[in-house]
C-alpha cells in the first residue's frame, strides 16, 4: 500500500446504548451522535463507534488496546472518575508490568474489555 492510513475505528456495541454513552463521556470521551443509534467517540485522534446492538457473544468477546503515554497517570484518572460507583458491572484491574510494556483493564458497563497500556 502506498496511501497514509490515517486512523481505524472499531465498532463497539451496548447492551443498553444510553448507559454505554453516558459512560464513555465520564471517560473523557467526546461523542459525536452519527444517527439515533449510532455515535462516534472520539478521544485526541483515536475513535470508536458505539452502535445500540447487542450479541452477548459478541461483547463478551471484544477487547480493545488503547496505547496510553503513562499507564501510571491513566489509571490515576480513571480511579478518580468514581466509575465503579456509577455504573453496575463495570470492572477494573490494575496495573500489570509485563516483559513488553504496561497495562490495566476496564470492563465497561456491557463487558466490553478495554486494555490500556503502554509499550517499553
Same mark, same amino acid.
Given at each position: 500500500?502506498?496511501?497514509?492510513i490515517?486512523? @481505524?475505528?472499531?465498532? *463497539?456495541?451496548?447492551? &443498553?446504548?444510553?448507559?454505554?454513552?453516558?459512560?464513555?463521556? %465520564? #471517560?473523557?470521551?467526546?461523542?459525536?451522535?452519527?444517527?439515533?443509534?449510532?455515535?462516534?467517540?472520539?478521544?485526541?485522534?483515536?475513535?470508536?463507534?458505539?452502535?445500540?446492538?447487542?450479541?452477548?457473544?459478541?461483547?463478551?468477546?471484544?477487547? @480493545?488496546?488503547?496505547? *496510553?503515554?503513562d499507564? &501510571?497517570?491513566?489509571?490515576?484518572?480513571?480511579?478518580?472518575? %468514581? #466509575?465503579?460507583?456509577?455504573?453496575?458491572?463495570?470492572?477494573?484491574?490494575?496495573?500489570?508490568?509485563?516483559?513488553?510494556?504496561?497495562?490495566?483493564?476496564?470492563h465497561?458497563?456491557?463487558?466490553?474489555?478495554?486494555?490500556?497500556?503502554?509499550?517499553?
Amino acid at each position: 500500500m502506498t496511501k497514509h492510513i490515517k486512523s @481505524i475505528r472499531p465498532f *463497539v456495541g451496548a447492551q &443498553d446504548f444510553n448507559i454505554s454513552r453516558s459512560f464513555y463521556k %465520564d #471517560l473523557g470521551f467526546e461523542e459525536i451522535i452519527l444517527e439515533p443509534r449510532l455515535s462516534l467517540f472520539k478521544r485526541e485522534e483515536i475513535g470508536f463507534y458505539l452502535q445500540d446492538y447487542y450479541t452477548k457473544d459478541w461483547i463478551e468477546n471484544t477487547m @480493545i488496546f488503547m496505547e *496510553v503515554a503513562d499507564t &501510571d497517570e491513566f489509571w490515576k484518572e480513571i480511579l478518580s472518575l %468514581d #466509575l465503579k460507583d456509577k455504573y453496575e458491572n463495570v470492572k477494573f484491574t490494575p496495573i500489570r508490568t509485563m516483559e513488553w510494556g504496561k497495562e490495566c483493564f476496564v470492563h465497561d458497563p456491557s463487558g466490553i474489555l478495554w486494555h490500556f497500556g503502554e509499550f517499553f
